[in-house]
């Protein structure tokens, strides 16, 4: 008989939950986009009954109904009490964001990097975005990335505010924003930045993720802390990993803990359910002091060290490593890094900045958790010096590095920004970037020119300013004839002088003295034009194709 009571007490318990939750949501235009705060209520009272039956059971012939009964109401009313502190803090933590917290509204146009005069058809995008110190609003890069008009909106208000994109950092896919509009910041509130939740520490994650156009909020756990590989900046920073679903709209909505922000929503894993991945405070401060102290972002600093790790006995024996020792070993040195200075292949990297590098290329994070040392290396300032100690031959020797960030040969985005081209007798130069082989569709690492695909993800610079050069497509006309089954290739060399970059393949065509014009191309193939007709054609081809101009406006500037 008490055991049907507890299911009974149950089953109306779930429909109050239903009826409040639906009243809340009425109220406050909140949508839980997660059925986890009705079912750890569900689940616990269930975990209740449950033991009130077992322990009645048993005790049948010893307790009274009475005495039952009292079990059962103490064991309920301890629940309510610790429901009701959860709800208290969510509740906070919502009403927290609810004057922050901000729908963005995009409209985005991105070049064509096949026909490089021309966009693509403009896209609108949404997102979510909350307000910091100062009057400013921080979101994804990506929510803006390569846009053309910017709106907001706060919660409960129908009335949308142009917003200006202020600073954009790509690689940490973090964004400021500015209202000028005063109206728009009357009742907001700013969010105050928190530190690096522990694992399993609760987050709150708030936004407007597709599916409605309400506020939702979205409940999880920490599961991880570690490096991770940010997906619209193709970089490795530190990300923390959420069991709360992260769905597109979400992007740049606050993850709340507390009352503070413990992150940024900005990606979720491919093919899995239920994990998210927030920006931590650390990565968020660092961009924010960057723009603060030098008006726009300027990256995150690298040592430009290909490492290994040294976790072969035989392998540190035969660098002399003694065995307390530990460090990974230095493979590769970027030329145009400060550590190309001092440093030499197989060094071993032992300390930076006075903490030990493991075999491994870790370090003590906190309590028993590792980072890679990237991650000590990533949180300097550019023009900051960090000391690495290394192991040279058997001798410890001691460098003081000036830390810088360093952009690849071949760049892995190209956002807020159209792409160089140059035109001569219907040839189109255009440096090779990763961007470029993205159009060859999403298996691009397959599809793209194998060769190309190799120098984008390999190459290394050799000096400052350096450009593949690649020649990316042929206009047909009657000068070119011949020559369209040459496109794809890297130019080597214009009339016997070897290409540094775009600008410098434009200067040495535009300033030919001679009457014809050679281009060595890769695979030793060659294309040999007469200057002379190859000027007159070139305006031809343009007036067909419809094109404005012979180069891009960045090879205009002097």
């Known amino acids: 008989m008490l055991v049907t009571s507890a299911r009974t007490l149950l089953r109306r318990r779930l429909c109050s939950i239903e009826l409040l939750k639906d009243y809340t949501s009425r109220r406050s235009g909140i949508s839980f986009s997660s059925s986890t705060w009705a079912a750890a209520n569900v689940e616990e009272d269930a975990a209740a009954a449950a033991a009130a039956s077992c322990s009645s059971s048993e005790s ?3 307790a009274s109904p009475s005495v039952r009964n009292n079990m059962l109401r103490r064991r309920r009313f301890g629940i309510r009490r610790n429901n009701e502190s959860r709800s208290t803090r969510d509740t906070d933590a919502v009403e927290l964001a609810l004057d922050s917290v901000v729908k963005i509204f995009t409209v985005a146009s991105s070049p064509n990097y096949f026909l490089p005069w021309q966009n693509k058809s403009q896209r609108e995008t949404m997102g979510s975005g909350f307000v910091i110190a100062g009057k400013k609003i921080l979101t994804n890069a990506h929510v803006v990335a390569d846009h053309t008009f910017v709106l907001v909106r706060k919660h409960g208000s129908p009335t949308k505010y142009k917003a200006q994109v202020e600073a954009v950092g790509h690689e940490c896919d973090l964004a400021i924003l500015s209202v000028e509009t005063e109206k728009f910041w009357e009742g907001m509130n700013s969010l105050e930045l928190g530190d690096i939740p522990f694992l399993q520490e609760a ?9 409605g156009d309400n506020i939702s909020v979205t409940k999880g756990v920490v599961s991880r802390v570690e490096p991770t590989q940010y997906v619209h900046g193709a970089t490795q920073l530190m990300a923390i990993q959420i069991d709360a679903a ?3 709209g979400n992007s740049g909505g606050p993850a709340i803990m507390g009352n503070k922000v413990a992150g940024v929503a900005f990606q979720n894993l491919s093919g899995a359910e239920n994990i998210g991945y927030i920006i931590p405070v650390p990565v968020i401060k660092h961009f924010i002091a960057g723009v603060e102290e030098r008006g726009k972002y300027v990256g995150f600093c690298s040592l430009g060290l290909s490492c290994q790790p040294t976790e072969n006995v035989q392998l540190r024996n035969h660098f002399q490593m003694r065995p307390e020792m530990t460090g990974v070993l230095v493979s590769k040195i970027n030329p145009l890094s400060d550590a190309h200075k001092v440093l030499k292949k197989d060094d071993v ?5 006075g903490v030990p590098v493991a075999n491994d290329g870790t370090v003590h994070f906190r309590n028993r958790e590792r980072i890679t040392f990237d991650h000590l290396v990533s949180m300097k300032k550019p023009n900051e010096t960090a000391v690495v100690r ?19 040969l071949v760049p892995v985005h190209q956002f807020d920004k159209l792409p160089s081209y140059y035109i001569f007798a219907g040839l189109v130069f255009v440096p090779l970037t990763q961007p470029y082989l993205h159009e060859y569709g999403e298996d691009w690492y397959n599809t793209s020119p194998r060769k190309l695909c190799e120098i984008a993800l390999r190459e290394p610079p050799k000096r400052a300013g350096e450009q593949i050069v690649i020649l ?8 070119n004839a011949g020559y369209e089954r040459l496109a794809e290739l890297q130019v080597k060399k214009v009339n016997g002088i070897e290409v540094e970059n ?6 040495l065509v535009e300033n030919c003295s001679e009457e014809s014009v050679r281009f060595d191309l890769d695979d030793d193939r060659v ?4 200057y002379h007709l190859a000027k007159v054609a070139t305006s031809k081809i343009l007036n067909c194709h419809r094109i404005p101009s012979t180069m891009s406006n960045d090879l205009l500037e002097k």
């Open 60 to 62: 049948v012939s010893v």
């Open 203 to 211: 987050v709150a994650v708030v936004g407007y993720p597709q599916g």
């Open 246 to 248: 992260i769905n597109p």
């Open 349 to 353: 990297v032992l300390f930076f900045d």
């Open 390 to 408: 290394v192991l040279r031959d058997g001798e410890e020797y001691e460098f003081s590095i000036t830390l810088q960030p360093l952009q690849p």
């Open 472 to 479: 990316s497509q042929v206009l047909m006309d009657d000068i």
């Open 502 to 507: 775009l600008k410098h393949l434009c200067q």
């Open 527 to 530: 294309v040999v034009l007469n």
